[in-house]
């Protein structure tokens, strides 16, 4: 049994939340220059520059890209030989949210109550999603979440007969729906069978995927991109504000789901696509 | 696609001239308010009590700034989604609020006031804080500062870049662009 302890977690979440919200990473940033090339807006053209220049300003002066600095949310595996010692692992990682973005200066953007809606002030608590897995590696993986995307998502119980098509519609209903709001070029994650939460789940994770990969099943890549044909035909572009490029890439996860029902859920993020991955 | 500078505070001539699809630079005070913030603003209006600020002729910035590393004037700062104020804009609009910078449509009440009341509403590249904040000269927080981040501040800008999404003719930059593609 492999001993992890809380204080190297702590440390290594604070220095994930800074450096994520400081440095875009370069698959994103590459898809946003080859955007550039193929944008025929001048408007459109004009936007993804500004962008990949604010990329550029944030990364050298070590401040974030975007002011919304999201809520913490994290996928983490827990392989079941590893001992945590020394804390709970769950609060390690807020701890790690709380010296992150008060360190970083970082917006706080958390209220504690969705009805009362104080600011807790230190971005806690975040959101953690695990799973047990072989072995004795933890992985986190973080993502800090907009809410100028996440605000845009949205889940649909279909039935079965909707079948591809159905899954189709829905995806570019959300995507017109969400129009400039979220931020675009946006990435769309898609999650595809399971429950209903487990759909929300998996679009979320979706939105982990490193820009440039691909779902390895190969009917799930085919409508990867024909949804990314479909939503860049909108024609609601960088900003909404019109041109050919209004998704970066469509992933989509998908698990076995029941008899009756296709879930399934989209989950937007903006072009300022946050993620990276760290193994303890 | 014209260019113009103008300098705040905003008048009905100034607004006369700017059309949706201009780019424009916005040099002088604005200030800072997102959703928070205007629902205390608009109770306070519905209370009959006093705004913490003129708002005749002023411009509100939809923002929520990163905070300041030592010895910087503000965090990233660029603008939030707008429709999450359009329940409380007809209202500011009414009280004399002339310019909104913002990102994303507004709802038609808003465009309605925009038109009745001859005003403007600008966006400002959403994800862009970082340059953004370099327009950014100076920042006060003049009011409900129990709010965070979501406090009014009173900003200096020099040359903030936005571009004009809906002018006071209710020209609709979000419709033209999508339609005529």
């Known amino acids: 049994m492999r001993k992890i302890n809380v204080s190297e977690i702590i440390d290594k979440v604070k220095e994930m939340c800074i450096k994520a919200n400081y440095e875009l990473g370069e698959d994103v940033l590459k898809k946003l220059q080859s955007a550039k090339d193929k944008e025929q807006s001048p408007i459109g053209k004009d936007i993804l520059d500004k962008l990949i220049w604010n990329a550029n300003i944030s990364k050298d002066k070590q401040m974030p890209m975007c002011q919304d600095t999201g809520m913490a949310v994290f996928f983490v595996e827990i392989g079941q030989d590893i001992y945590i010692e020394g804390g709970n692992l769950t609060e390690a990682i807020n701890e790690g949210v709380r010296r992150g973005y008060k360190e970083g200066f970082l917006r706080k953007s958390v209220v504690n109550d969705p009805i009362i809606r104080e600011n807790t002030m230190d971005n806690t608590p975040a959101i953690i999603h695990y799973d047990l897995v072989e072995g004795d590696r933890l992985k986190i993986s973080f993502a800090p979440k907009g809410f100028g995307s996440e605000n845009m998502s949205g889940l649909k119980m279909l039935k079965p007969s909707d079948g591809i098509e159905g899954i189709k519609k829905f995806v570019l209903d959300v995507v017109k729906n969400a129009g400039a709001n979220p931020c675009p070029p946006i990435v769309v994650g898609v999650g595809i069978g399971g429950t209903m939460e487990k759909a929300c789940i998996l679009a979320k994770k979706a939105l982990f995927r490193k820009i440039g990969e691909f779902n390895p099943i190969k009917h799930i890549e085919k409508l990867e991109k024909e949804l990314l044909d479909e939503i860049n035909k909108t024609g609601i572009g960088p900003q909404g504000l019109g041109g050919d490029v209004t998704a970066l890439s469509v992933n989509i996860e998908v698990f076995p789901t029941h008899i009756a029902g296709l879930p399934v859920a989209v989950n937007i993020n903006c072009h300022a696509a946050r993620h990276m991955e760290v193994e303890l | ?181």
């Open chain 2, 1 to 181: 696609m014209k260019e113009i500078k103008i300098t705040t505070p905003l008048n009905d001539n100034i607004i006369k001239k700017l059309n949706a699809g201009d780019r424009v630079y916005i040099t002088g005070t604005i200030y800072t308010a997102r959703d928070a913030a205007h629902k205390r603003m608009v109770d306070s209006l519905k209370n009959s009590e006093s705004l913490p600020f003129d708002i005749n002729n002023s411009i509100i910035y939809y923002v929520g700034p990163c905070p300041p590393k030592p010895g910087h004037v503000i965090g990233s700062a660029g603008p939030t989604t707008s429709y999450r104020m359009d329940d409380y804009t007809p209202i500011l609009l009414k009280a004399g609020l002339k310019g909104m910078i913002g990102k994303g449509n507004r709802s038609k009440e808003v465009i309605d006031s925009i038109i009745k009341y001859n005003c403007v509403y600008f966006a400002a590249i959403g994800g862009a804080g970082a340059l953004i904040s370099n327009c950014i000269k100076s920042s006060e927080i003049i009011a409900y500062e129990d709010l965070g981040t979501e406090a009014i501040r009173k900003l200096y800008v020099e040359d903030l870049p936005v571009i004009v999404a809906i002018d006071s003719k209710g020209n609709n930059l979000y419709d033209i662009n999508i339609r005529n593609k």
